[in-house]
Antibody
Framework: EVQLVESGGGFITPGGSLRLSCAAS????????MYWVRQAPGKGLEWVGR??????????DYGAPVKGRFSISRDDSKNMLYLQMNNMKIEDSGLYYC?????????WGQGTLVTVS | FMLTQPHSVSESPGRTVTISCTRS????????VRWFQQRPGSAPTTVIY?????PSAVPDRFSGSIDSSSNSASLTISGLKTEDEADYYC???????????FGGGTKLTVL
C-alpha cells in the first residue's frame, strides 16, 4: 500500500526555520518525482515545489512565494522527502502535503500543520 | 497561466452537476488536467487524471472531459450523493516540465 506520512509541523515565530519530513512507502521512492503542496486555513491548494529523481539530477523547482527561502531535498536510502523552510512568514501558515505524480493516480499524504505567529 | 473555477455549486441528491475549469492561456488539450476531491478535514484525493481517466476506486458517476473551443475542462458528477459534498480542484501544468497550477477550487453542496 502506498503511504506518504508528513511530520515536523508546529508553531514557529516569523523569521524562524522549520524542517518538514515525508516518509514514503509502498513504491519505488528513488524513482519518484516528489512534490510539496500547501493549503492556508480556509484557502485553496498552492504548489510549493518539486524535486525530481536522482536519475533526473534531483532537480528542484519552487513556487514564487517560497523561492529563495524554502529548499526541498530527499534521502533515497531512507525513503524520505524534506522541506526546509527558512525566514518564515505568517502567510506560510497552513497544512503542508507531500505528493507524487510518478504513481498514477497522484497520491497525497495527510498533511502536517504549520503555524507561523 | 490561471485555471478558473466557479466558487461554488449546489444541486440536489440524484441530480447531475458539472464543474468547469477554464485555462487562461495555452491549450487545455496540451497538458493533462487532473481533478482532486477534498472532503472537509481530509487530504485531497484524485478523482480524475489525464483529462478523463478515473482511478479504479472512484465511482463511474464521476467523469472528466475537455472542450478545446472554450479551452476548459469539466468534471461531471451524476447521481449525486451527500458524500460527494466536498471541494473540487482542477490542476494542470505550466510547461512540459510539470509545475502544478491549481484552480481556486469549487465547493459542491448537495442538498
Amino acid at each position: 500500500e502506498v503511504q506518504l506520512v508528513e511530520s515536523g509541523g508546529g508553531f514557529i515565530t516569523p523569521g524562524g526555520s522549520l524542517r518538514l519530513s515525508c516518509a514514503a512507502s509502498g513504491f519505488t521512492f528513488s524513482k519518484a518525482r516528489m512534490y510539496w503542496v500547501r493549503q492556508a486555513p480556509g484557502k485553496g491548494l498552492e504548489w510549493v515545489g518539486r524535486i525530481k529523481s536522482k536519475t533526473d539530477g534531483a532537480a528542484t523547482d519552487y513556487g514564487a512565494p517560497v523561492k529563495g527561502r524554502f529548499s526541498i531535498s530527499r534521502d533515497d536510502s531512507k525513503n524520505m522527502l524534506y522541506l526546509q523552510m527558512n525566514n518564515m512568514k505568517i502567510e506560510d501558515s497552513g497544512l503542508y502535503y507531500c505528493s507524487t505524480d510518478t504513481l498514477v493516480p497522484v497520491r497525497w499524504g495527510q498533511g502536517t500543520l504549520v503555524t507561523v505567529s | 497561466f490561471m485555471l478558473t473555477q466557479p466558487h461554488s455549486v449546489s444541486e440536489s441528491p440524484g441530480r447531475t452537476v458539472t464543474i468547469s475549469c477554464t485555462r487562461s492561456s495555452g491549450s487545455i488539450a496540451s497538458y493533462y488536467v487532473r481533478w482532486f476531491q477534498q472532503r472537509p478535514g481530509s487530504a485531497p484525493t484524485t478523482v480524475i487524471y489525464e483529462h478523463s481517466q478515473r482511478p479504479s476506486a472512484v465511482p463511474d458517476r464521476f467523469s472528466g472531459s475537455i472542450d478545446s473551443s472554450s479551452n476548459s475542462a469539466s468534471l461531471t458528477i451524476s447521481g449525486l450523493k451527500t458524500e460527494d459534498e466536498a471541494d473540487y480542484y482542477c490542476q494542470s501544468y505550466e510547461t512540459s516540465d510539470p509545475q502544478w497550477v491549481f484552480g481556486g477550487g469549487t465547493k459542491l453542496t448537495v442538498l
